[in-house]
């Protein structure tokens, strides 16, 4: 099984041995790889929608893995039982969308020990609520594919907070591993926002200052980040 770039980042990121939940699985591609590099013992393949969870049955079947590969209809993490994963797994989709499912079933995701999240927005926000529900983040990655930034997150159980809002945004681990995807995605954000600071500036409209404020801020906190790169 051939997973993209993105995917590829958040598999490695398993625990060699570990029982998936892969929630939001789609068709299965993830659980299916896990399976087959023996990096995954068993895999719950979880999604929403019928469509997609047919399409996940017809390639589990078709790898022969309908032993170690079950399927289940669930909206987030609702149908999953504790005791059932170590490892709960959720990529492909928007940061609020992640903390919810994570918030709404906090009684089984605390049952696991390890959760691998890839946001694809609202980073910040996953990372508290990941401290919030009694996880330590212990590895961070970057890249790029098509033109868009990922970032996956590891996390295992341990009580962790970060001290600077600047973690928050930006990943401790990155900022002081000095990925360089990151300070990539800093220095085109700095000038991005700094040419619409720059034309919003120039306007005395009223609507325009909280989001000049907020843009400020952004800059700010972009800008604390790349000193990390000066070090």
């Known amino acids: 099984m051939q997973l993209s770039k993105r995917l590829t980042m958040v598999a490695d990121f398993v625990t060699e041995g570990n029982r998936i939940a892969d929630i939001g699985c789609d068709h299965a591609h993830t ?3 896990l399976i087959e590099q023996k990096k995954a013992t068993a895999s719950i393949a979880m999604d929403i ?4 969870l047919e399409r996940a049955k017809d390639n589990i079947k078709r790898y022969g893995y309908e032993q170690k590969i079950k399927t289940r209809l669930s909206d987030g993490a609702r149908e ?4 059932e994963a ?4 959720i990529s492909g989709m928007g940061g609020g969308l992640i903390v919810k499912i994570l918030t709404d079933s906090e009684e089984v995701v605390k049952d696991a020990s390890e959760l691998i999240l890839q946001p694809q927005s ?3 926000n996953v990372r508290r609520c990941v401290h919030k529900l009694g996880f330590s983040i212990i590895a961070e990655d970057m890249l790029t594919e098509d033109g868009k930034h990922y970032t996956a997150i590891k996390a295992r159980k341990g009580r962790e907070q970060y001290k600077k809002e600047v973690f928050y945004r930006y990943g401790k681990i990155l900022l002081e591993a000095k990925n360089p995807v990151l300070k990539e995605f800093l220095l085109y954000g700095k000038n ?8 919003l500036d120039k306007q005395s409209y009223d609507r325009n200052k909280k989001r000049l404020e907020e843009l400020k801020l952004d800059l700010a906190y972009m800008e604390e980040a790349l000193e990390y790169y000066k070090e």
């Open 122 to 124: 609202e980073i910040d």
């Open 192 to 199: 991005s926002f700094s040419n619409v600071i720059g034309e």
């Open 80 to 83: 999953l039982k504790k005791g």
């Open 31 to 33: 659980s299916i790889y």
């Open 86 to 89: 170590d490892t709960i797994l």
């Open 49 to 52: 929608n019928e469509g997609p």
